[in-house]
């Protein structure tokens, strides 16, 4: 069964750093890309960028681009989104997600697993 | 940029057919897939490669697509299709998969 397994809750003041993961099992962890995705408290999703574990090839997408770093282990299984100086905007729930969904036809680029969220509260 | 654009939202009775929509330039030459998102929950794939449908998706679910708009459709809406509701596509044309998320449209069942 394949399963993605976030880090828990986290409640930070505004300046500090924080690195929240996502473990992986039941599949072969370095052949999917692994996204990240954030959910601002009554918003959209937003793509917050990919890595493939394989490799470590790491993509932002351009409104997160300097804004955090995304990492992964393919020993531990587990990618890692991380901030080293967190504000207030960055309160949000997380997504880990798992580009990749194959049918008879082959490879989706869509995400059929996703981790269950962590929950990013940041404030003074 | 890559965009896609959704309705913030729809309404419908129980019953009825409800129609959400998600428009991009790249849309005709780039599947896209739909997620439905009930509070306090993760995502869950609804449509993939525009109109298929995962296992264990009820068949009340169908998209289609024709030119720059993709259409999820959700036939006889029953109370539990509230939720909000993302189009999703990828540029897989470059090195890597370039994935944007529509705006998202909540579904109201009146």
């Known amino acids: 069964e394949v399963q993605l397994v976030q880090s828990g809750a986290e409640v930070k003041k505004p300046g500090e750093s924080l690195k929240i993961s996502c473990k992986g099992s039941g599949y072969s962890f370095t052949s999917y890309w692994i996204g990240w995705v954030r959910q601002m408290p009554g918003k959209g999703l937003e793509w917050m960028g990919i890595?493939?574990?394989?490799?470590?090839?790491?993509r932002y997408s351009p409104s997160f681009q300097g804004q955090v770093t995304i990492s992964a282990d393919k020993s531990i299984s587990t990618a890692y989104l991380q901030w080293s100086s967190l504000k207030a905007s960055d309160t949000a729930m997380y997504y880990c997600a798992r580009l990749g969904y194959y049918d008879s036809s082959g490879y989706q680029i869509c995400v059929y697993y996703w981790g269950q969220g962590t929950l990013v509260t940041v404030s003074s | 940029s890559y965009e896609l654009t959704q309705p913030p939202s729809v309404s419908v009775s129980p019953g009825q057919t409800a129609r959400i929509t998600c428009s991009g330039d790249?849309?005709?030459?780039?599947?896209a897939y739909w997620y439905q998102q009930k509070p306090g929950q993760a995502p869950v794939l609804v449509i993939y490669?525009?109109?298929e449908r995962p296992s264990g998706i009820p068949e009340r679910f169908s998209g289609s697509s024709s030119g720059t708009t993709v259409t999820l459709t959700i036939s006889g809406v029953q109370a539990e299709d509230e939720a909000d509701y993302y189009c999703?596509?990828?540029?897989?044309?470059?090195?890597?998969?370039?994935?944007?998320f529509g705006g998202g449209t909540k579904l109201t069942v009146l």
């Open positions: 790249a849309l005709p030459k780039q599947y």
């Open positions: 890595i493939y574990p394989g490799d470590s090839d790491t």
């Open positions: 999703q596509s990828a540029d897989s044309s470059g090195t890597y998969p370039y994935v944007v």
């Open positions: 490669k525009d109109s």
